[in-house]
């Protein structure tokens, strides 16, 4: 039997692997209990001669089977998913007003979710959990009142839903390394001092910002001190950051300051760009209890992920990157950012935005090593991204399920670009960007594999580290390297 170009025998294993990929592809009719499922439900699997297999939920119907109640394949095929909109009119009610939000419960029942369904979908769609998607809305409207208000920063953290002083101070400082008051000063422009979490790994960080020696977008001297410029708009800002013990001074170079606005995007894109947005003690935690990932998490405790500053460059880089080898890429990025990055007066590059790559010709790339296809998959994504069709730095805010379609709506974007671009410039916490080369090494050496996992194995080896794949996957990344620091 054949479906949709798939063996019998093929749909099997995928059904058996519950395989999310395959979902749409066609369904699982079980006839001992008389429904149909998607390839990915989690119910208990049934005997092999118990199945047949549809393409579609009219054709299960009309075989006398009904649709999972667990699963819902009659909505995936209509294009429904009521758990997935139930979150996202959930997680929008937040962002608007998290002074109406008192707790977790509070936001369960506002969703008429119980609490373990809550954290479940919260998990699945915003790789975060409810506490933490409650406690981000509260930071970004404090943030807001603090750029654009006179109140007083006691009244901006009753505004934004804290019940007392303390609890503002305390969530305010973990979630961007500045008090209240000192990022509003810092609004106003001039140098500013974050304060870097206790376990920060300034070691491994610095060996990823420094990952290219001859980078022409960034420098890197030792553990200590970097330098970079990030963008807001049509402004670009030169910055020093230096560490010094457990702060870190970032220092504006040359000109005048740029806007508040400007200001707040500078810190929330050093913040990224040190990786600092993902908090990697619960998966230091859940390492710890399984054989063999305690010791290879013990040797770099601490470990983040730098993100991209912004979602354009992540994206950018993710194609520049598949499928050639990692010292291609540095220079095919290089070529790149010289050839339509702004020059500072620092002797730095500024990564190109979306219109600046858009105005590019395919031939000013093929002319720089760029293979056809890479340079019309950069190049017309910049285009749809200059041209407003595609809202990168959107990303970032919507649900895992959302950024991902949007990714796979452009040209040339598979599942590890996704997966890679959701994991480094989005920040997304349980990805998997199966494929990867190195991710492939990795495991196999993890796990004595005579033979190199495809991408299958790859998800299923990597599913008991979940909700925490992304970190997961830096460690196995950073296993590779001698010098103790990220492959990717």
């Known amino acids: 039997m054949r479906l949709m170009g798939l063996t019998r025998q093929r749909m099997l294993a995928l059904a058996e692997a519950r395989d999310r990929r395959y979902d749409g592809r066609f369904l699982t009719g079980v006839l001992s209990t008389g429904i149909f499922c998607l390839p990915s439900c989690a119910a208990r699997k049934p005997r092999p001669e118990n199945v047949r297999f549809f393409f579609s939920p009219e054709a299960a119907g009309g075989a006398g089977l009904r649709a999972c109640q667990r699963c819902r394949p009659d909505l995936f095929y209509a294009r429904r998913d009521p758990d997935l909109e139930a979150m996202e009119s959930l997680v929008a009610a937040m962002r608007r007003e998290p002074e109406s939000f008192l707790d977790v419960e509070a936001a369960a029942r506002a969703a008429g979710f119980g609490r373990s369904k809550l954290h479940r979908l919260a998990r699945r769609y915003y790789h975060s959990s409810p506490a933490a998607l409650l406690q981000a809305a509260r930071v970004a409207r404090a943030r807001e009142l603090l750029l654009t208000s006179n109140l007083r920063i006691l009244d901006v953290g009753f505004e934004a839903g804290y019940e007392s002083d303390s609890a503002f101070h305390e969530n305010f400082l973990r979630a961007g390394g500045l008090a209240p008051g000192a990022y509003r000063e810092m609004t106003r422009g001039g140098a500013f001092v974050l304060q870097l979490p206790a376990d920060f ?288």
């Open 201 to 488: 790994n300034a070691a491994a960080t610095w060996r990823h910002l420094g990952r290219d020696p001859d980078s022409v977008a960034e420098r890197v001297a030792g553990s200590r001190r970097a330098w970079r410029v990030f963008r807001h708009g049509s402004s670009r800002t030169a910055v020093e950051l230096e560490r010094r013990g457990s702060q870190l001074r970032v220092r504006l170079l040359g000109g005048r300051a740029p806007s508040p606005a400007a200001m707040a995007a500078l810190h929330d894109q050093v913040w990224r760009w040190l990786g600092l947005g993902l908090e990697p003690r619960a998966f230091e935690r859940r390492a710890a209890r399984r054989e063999g990932w305690a010791a290879l998490v013990a040797r770099r405790r601490g470990l983040r992920i730098p993100q991209t500053p912004t979602v354009f460059e992540g994206l950018v880089w993710a194609i520049v990157g598949q499928q050639v080898h990692l010292a291609f890429a540095y220079r095919l990025r290089r070529r790149l950012i010289e050839l339509c990055g702004p020059a500072t007066a620092e002797g730095l590059r500024a990564h190109p935005t979306a219109r600046e790559v858009a105005a590019l010709d395919y031939a000013d790339l093929r002319a720089r090593q760029f293979s056809r296809r890479k340079a019309e998959y950069v190049i017309d994504a910049a285009r749809l991204a200059a041209a407003g069709h595609l809202e990168l730095e959107e990303l970032v805010r919507k649900s895992a399920p959302r950024a991902a379609a949007a990714l796979e709506e452009l040209r040339g974007v598979g599942e590890w670009t996704v997966q890679y671009v959701l994991m480094r410039a989005c920040g997304f916490a349980d990805c998997v960007p199966a494929g990867d080369a190195g991710l492939v090494s990795a495991l196999s050496r993890f796990h004595a594999l005579e033979a190199r996992p495809d991408a299958a194995a790859t998800r299923r080896m990597m599913e008991p580290l979940a909700p925490h794949r992304s970190l997961a996957t830096a460690h196995l990344w950073a296993s590779l390297d001698s010098r103790e620091g990220d492959a990717a």
